[in-house]
């Protein structure tokens, strides 16, 4: 009876992380994780980081919702050719206001990251 318990409580605690793939605090962690390594890596000043943080944090949640509709789909090419479409636009608006912010020195790094990062605009296979 114990060992009922304790297997219907783990598979209810681990179910919602399956359910949603691309959790909104998923989301907000990539984003703070990228904002961090963005920070590191193109000294950006204290100004910079508040810009850019929040943009980055409004465009990994828009993924993250997008790849939902995409997995909550009927997966077809249409759907999958719509969800890169949707993942691109998301990219490009949000990349061109981040780069407004930066130097052009750090314009220049951040479009090699952001190469670096194009997993980010993959449609989930499953």
Known sequence: MMLGKFTLAIMLLTAPAVWA??????????ATDRCDMAAKTLNLSPDQ????????????VDMGQVKDVYLASTKSDAAKKDAKASLKA???????QITT??????AKTWKRMQKGWKDDLLVPNS
Request: proline share 6%; no cysteine.
């Open 21 to 30: 793939q691309f959790s909104r605090a998923d989301m907000m962690k990539l």
């Open 101 to 106: 912010i930066l130097t052009p020195e750090q």
């Open 90 to 96: 998301i990219h490009d608006k949000y990349n061109a």
């Open 49 to 60: 980081v508040a810009a850019i943080k929040p943009l980055l944090h409004s465009k990994y």
